[in-house]
């Protein structure tokens, strides 16, 4: 089910959001609003917490993270290192980690099985999101650019990626990820999908100003409609349970 | 490749042989075709950008990429490039190499606001009621889907947007519904310091024949853009209201009788120690209604400096002064009929620093040409220089043709061409520019609107020309 929000007038969502199958991450907004339509679409399943990041309100662009972990910068703080861990369930590793290029989100973008890097990230940082994240680590560029996170929204679903993303390219990405990949855009035309669009396997939310085609591309790429959470539970049982009689 | 290489020889030859700017001679004509959204490429103008135009390509090439067959004109038209060539007016700025002051070119190129613009656009007017929310998005739309009126400068055409001046109808137009119309009066109508410009404000609102100017423009924007995009903006107007190509109810939308400029002013702390401030001064008689009586040009103008583009030079004047940092708000402040100011709070301003207001202002539409000359006598008007002397105003049709041909696209035939038009609609219309309002022939808005379906930019032109030379 994707959804149309905003945050304070941008339609970049996904600069100020970071949404995996075990958490939400929300920036500290002046209005309410966008932290509303999370919870509403997602606290009964799914904890949603407000944090800043390194002071900034760019938390989606400066972590990475899926349902195994959460990889913060450097220059997180203390307390907002320790106000995320806190609130995230025992499970999910979150780690702080010390790497150059310290806008984790736009340079590493992954689902909870394979993750995409920047071509310079160290070779240090790339363990630990393998580790940290439990995912298989490619370096790639997308459309011929390094910012992998910027540029590509993956879940386990499927992914969007930049709009002139060459059918080479796309098909390379596709048999790497597992995961049928479609190129397009978000919010009218921009090609920055990870700044535009936050997703996992059964929600995303995009900007205001999305067109119903880039919407309904999403909603088809990502497998969201009639998606609910306990959908992907039912088919799973269906699939796994053989009926009797 | 461009058709039009008239002005090619007066031109500099740039490294690029094809994108030599073309004058707008030929197309001229057509600007009203280019109008609806046409993407005046100025070839030229791109790489102008970087070498330094000599001084006559004031006029980056007309042509649009692609349009070499119709749209010469659009091209011509809806650029105009900054002559900058001549007087290497390119900002000076202080590089960090240390050479100081070392000047660079610029070339900047006018086009009508279209869809391509709309990130851009919405970059630019995303702070425009200071942080306030309110519908950015239709009111980006707005400006895009208003062919006729408005122009945004860009360096080039993929380029975001510089600076943007347009002007809707307040309440008798198409966009009288809409939430980001609601919202911006109510933003205006907050910052009134009393009940009395309140009122004024309500009345010049409500009343037929206003226009609200939307104007913004990024921060140190030199004060040579304003003139040609006034001249634009107001040759728009006054041949979207006489243009009779257009249907009656859309002539009667743009048939200003005064307009409301709502632009950024700064005032000078170290005045406000003398009691009174800048912020909520009262909606005076005069045009300084805010500022007491007004004060003595001198400083007012030391401290505008709209010669100087934005200086923000600390008058020594006794009474608090408002420092202008867009040339035309200096004059139109002086010729307004009320005018009022509101501080900006919605950003932290260090002690000592100007502090920025918001100034609403009121100005009768016959007085705009007075403030307009004014403001060119200081900060020069390449769309009134000898070659475009022509071209300023509602000249004759004759005399459009005649410099069209002659200044060989020199002058920043922009957007507005008027020799263009005259040239393909036979019939001097006065102030024929207008964005492209019909070609020759009568395709009128219907041809223009076909035209601006048809697509941005280049090629479009087609429908609206008038065949013949870039009309």
């Given at each position: 089910m994707a959804t149309r929000t905003q945050f304070e007038n941008s339609n970049d969502v996904g600069v100020f959001a970071k949404l995996t199958n075990a958490y939400c991450i929300c920036a500290l907004g002046g209005a309410e609003n966008f932290y509303s339509v999370f919870e509403a679409e997602l606290s009964d399943h799914i904890p949603v917490i407000k944090t800043s990041v390194a002071g900034t309100r760019l938390v989606g662009r400066l972590t990475v993270g899926n349902r195994?972990?959460?990889?913060?910068?450097?220059?997180?703080?203390?307390?907002?290192?320790?106000?995320?861990?806190?609130?995230?369930?025992?499970?999910?590793?979150?780690?702080?980690?010390?790497?150059?290029?310290?806008?984790?989100?736009?340079?590493?973008v992954c689902n909870d099985y394979v993750a995409l890097i920047h071509p310079d990230i160290d070779r240090e940082t790339e363990e630990i999101v393998a580790d940290v994240l439990g995912v298989e680590v490619f370096r790639q560029t997308v459309a011929g650019n390094v910012l992998v996170?910027?540029?590509?929204?993956?879940?386990?679903?499927?992914?969007?990626?930049?709009?002139?993303?060459?059918?080479?390219?796309?098909?390379?990405?596709?048999?790497?990820?597992?995961?049928?990949?479609?190129?397009?855009?978000?919010?009218?035309?921009?090609?920055?999908?990870?700044?535009?669009?936050?997703?996992?396997?059964?929600?995303?939310?995009?900007?205001?100003?999305?067109?119903?085609?880039?919407?309904?591309?999403?909603?088809?790429?990502?497998?969201?409609?009639?998606?609910?959470?306990?959908?992907?539970?039912?088919?799973?049982?269906?699939?796994?349970?053989?009926?009797?009689? | 490749m461009p058709k039009r290489k008239a002005a090619a020889a007066l031109k500099k030859k740039d490294e690029e042989p094809e994108d030599e700017p073309q004058k707008q001679t030929a197309g001229g004509g057509d600007e009203d075709d280019s109008e609806d959204d046409d993407d005046y490429q100025g070839e030229g103008g791109s790489d102008e950008g970087g070498e330094g135009e000599s001084g006559d390509s004031d006029d980056d090439s007309e042509e649009g990429e692609g349009d070499d067959d119709d749209d010469e004109e659009s091209s011509g038209d809806s650029e105009d490039s900054f002559p900058s060539a001549s007087s290497d007016e390119a900002e000076s700025e202080d590089d960090e190499d240390g050479e100081a002051y070392k000047e660079i070119d610029c070339a900047f190129e006018f086009f009508d606001p279209q869809e391509r613009d709309y990130h851009g656009l919405r970059a630019l007017l995303g702070t425009y009621l200071?942080?306030?929310a309110f519908d950015l998005s239709g009111l980006c739309n707005a400006v895009i889907g208003q062919s006729a009126v408005g122009t945004v400068v860009k360096s080039s055409p993929e380029d975001d947007p510089?600076?943007?001046?347009?002007?809707?109808?307040?309440?008798?137009?198409?966009?009288?519904?809409?939430?980001?119309?609601?919202?911006?009066?109510?933003?205006?109508?907050?910052?009134c310091p009393d009940a009395?410009?309140?009122?004024?404000?309500?009345?010049?609102?409500?009343?037929?024949?206003?226009?609200?100017?939307?104007?913004?423009?990024?921060?140190?924007?030199?004060?040579?853009?304003?003139?040609?995009?006034?001249?634009?903006?107001?040759?728009?107007?006054?041949?979207?209201?006489t243009d009779p190509d257009y249907p009656a109810a859309e002539r009667s939308e743009f048939a200003f009788a005064r307009y409301l400029h709502f632009s950024r002013v700064y005032c000078d702390p170290q005045e406000e120690e003398e009691g009174e401030g800048e912020e909520g001064g009262e909606a005076g008689p005069g045009p300084s209604g805010s500022m007491g009586p007004p004060p003595p040009k001198k400083p007012k103008t030391a401290g505008g400096s709209a010669a100087a583009g934005s200086s923000k030079g600390k008058a020594a004047a006794a009474q608090p002064v408002i420092v202008y940092v867009r040339p035309e708000d200096e004059y139109l402040h002086q010729v307004c009929a009320w005018?009022?100011?509101?501080p900006v709070t919605s950003r932290p301003v260090a002690k000592g620093d100007l502090r920025p207001l918001r100034c609403v202002m009121c100005v009768e539409a016959g007085r705009v040409a007075e403030a307009r000359a004014m403001m060119d006598l200081v900060v020069g008007n390449p769309m009134t220089d000898p070659a475009a002397a022509a071209a300023a105003g509602a000249a004759a049709a004759g005399a459009?043709?005649?410099?069209?041909?002659?200044?060989?696209?020199?002058?920043?035939?922009?957007?507005?061409?008027?020799?263009?038009?005259?040239?393909?609609?036979?019939?001097?219309?006065?102030?024929?520019?207008?964005?492209?309002?019909?070609?020759?022939?009568?395709?009128?808005?219907?041809?223009?609107?076909?035209a601006a379906a048809g697509g941005k930019g280049k090629g479009k032109a087609a429908g609206g020309k008038a065949g013949g030379s870039g009309r």
């Amino acid at each position: 089910m994707a959804t149309r929000t905003q945050f304070e007038n941008s339609n970049d969502v996904g600069v100020f959001a970071k949404l995996t199958n075990a958490y939400c991450i929300c920036a500290l907004g002046g209005a309410e609003n966008f932290y509303s339509v999370f919870e509403a679409e997602l606290s009964d399943h799914i904890p949603v917490i407000k944090t800043s990041v390194a002071g900034t309100r760019l938390v989606g662009r400066l972590t990475v993270g899926n349902r195994n972990g959460l990889l913060l910068p450097n220059t997180t703080s203390d307390q907002e290192l320790q106000h995320i861990r806190n609130c995230l369930p025992d499970e999910v590793v979150v780690q702080r980690i010390d790497e150059r290029l310290s806008a984790l989100g736009n340079c590493i973008v992954c689902n909870d099985y394979v993750a995409l890097i920047h071509p310079d990230i160290d070779r240090e940082t790339e363990e630990i999101v393998a580790d940290v994240l439990g995912v298989e680590v490619f370096r790639q560029t997308v459309a011929g650019n390094v910012l992998v996170g910027s540029y590509a929204a993956l879940t386990n679903q499927g992914g969007l990626v930049h709009p002139k993303t060459s059918i080479e390219d796309l098909d390379e990405l596709s048999s790497l990820l597992q995961i049928p990949l479609v190129a397009g855009t978000v919010n009218r035309g921009s090609d920055v999908i990870g700044a535009g669009l936050v997703s996992n396997d059964w929600a995303a939310f995009c900007g205001l100003d999305t067109t119903s085609t880039e919407l309904s591309v999403i909603e088809s790429v990502f497998k969201l409609r009639d998606a609910q959470p306990m959908n992907i539970v039912n088919d799973l049982r269906a699939s796994l349970i053989d009926t009797m009689a | 490749m461009p058709k039009r290489k008239a002005a090619a020889a007066l031109k500099k030859k740039d490294e690029e042989p094809e994108d030599e700017p073309q004058k707008q001679t030929a197309g001229g004509g057509d600007e009203d075709d280019s109008e609806d959204d046409d993407d005046y490429q100025g070839e030229g103008g791109s790489d102008e950008g970087g070498e330094g135009e000599s001084g006559d390509s004031d006029d980056d090439s007309e042509e649009g990429e692609g349009d070499d067959d119709d749209d010469e004109e659009s091209s011509g038209d809806s650029e105009d490039s900054f002559p900058s060539a001549s007087s290497d007016e390119a900002e000076s700025e202080d590089d960090e190499d240390g050479e100081a002051y070392k000047e660079i070119d610029c070339a900047f190129e006018f086009f009508d606001p279209q869809e391509r613009d709309y990130h851009g656009l919405r970059a630019l007017l995303g702070t425009y009621l200071d942080g306030a929310a309110f519908d950015l998005s239709g009111l980006c739309n707005a400006v895009i889907g208003q062919s006729a009126v408005g122009t945004v400068v860009k360096s080039s055409p993929e380029d975001d947007p510089f600076a943007l001046l347009t002007a809707f109808n307040t309440a008798a137009g198409r966009h009288t519904g809409d939430a980001w119309l609601g919202e911006l009066k109510a933003y205006l109508a907050a910052g009134c310091p009393d009940a009395a410009a309140r009122a004024k404000l309500d009345k010049a609102w409500s009343g037929p024949g206003t226009g609200l100017l939307v104007s913004e423009r990024l921060i140190n924007c030199p004060p040579q853009l304003a003139p040609p995009l006034l001249h634009f903006l107001m040759e728009e107007i006054e041949g979207a209201a006489t243009d009779p190509d257009y249907p009656a109810a859309e002539r009667s939308e743009f048939a200003f009788a005064r307009y409301l400029h709502f632009s950024r002013v700064y005032c000078d702390p170290q005045e406000e120690e003398e009691g009174e401030g800048e912020e909520g001064g009262e909606a005076g008689p005069g045009p300084s209604g805010s500022m007491g009586p007004p004060p003595p040009k001198k400083p007012k103008t030391a401290g505008g400096s709209a010669a100087a583009g934005s200086s923000k030079g600390k008058a020594a004047a006794a009474q608090p002064v408002i420092v202008y940092v867009r040339p035309e708000d200096e004059y139109l402040h002086q010729v307004c009929a009320w005018s009022y100011t509101f501080p900006v709070t919605s950003r932290p301003v260090a002690k000592g620093d100007l502090r920025p207001l918001r100034c609403v202002m009121c100005v009768e539409a016959g007085r705009v040409a007075e403030a307009r000359a004014m403001m060119d006598l200081v900060v020069g008007n390449p769309m009134t220089d000898p070659a475009a002397a022509a071209a300023a105003g509602a000249a004759a049709a004759g005399a459009k043709q005649g410099q069209q041909g002659v200044a060989a696209g020199k002058q920043g035939q922009a957007k507005k061409q008027e020799a263009g038009p005259a040239a393909g609609r036979q019939g001097a219309k006065g102030a024929a520019a207008g964005g492209g309002k019909g070609a020759a022939g009568g395709g009128g808005k219907a041809a223009a609107g076909q035209a601006a379906a048809g697509g941005k930019g280049k090629g479009k032109a087609a429908g609206g020309k008038a065949g013949g030379s870039g009309r």
